[in-house]
């Protein structure tokens, strides 16, 4: 594990969401990092559809698609 230099600016924004999203400032710049990396590897899928595809590799059925 690093130590990671981001601008204050960011770092705020990352507490700011982390606050909505009920998770901590870590976990939240790491889901940022983790959900960016995969866009720049799969540029033609959509934030949805990488969110889909990591439940689906968890094998997590969210409950909206298990109801259907």
Do not use: Y
């Amino acid at each position: 594990m690093g130590i990671v230099k981001i601008d204050e600016d960011l770092h705020e924004e990352a507490r700011k969401a982390s606050a909505v999203m009920c998770r901590s400032i870590n976990a939240q710049a790491e889901f940022w990092m983790k959900i960016g990396m995969l866009a720049e590897t799969n540029p033609t899928l959509c934030f949805n559809d990488i969110v889909k595809a990591q439940f689906a590799a968890a094998d997590i059925r969210p409950a909206e698609a298990a109801a259907a």
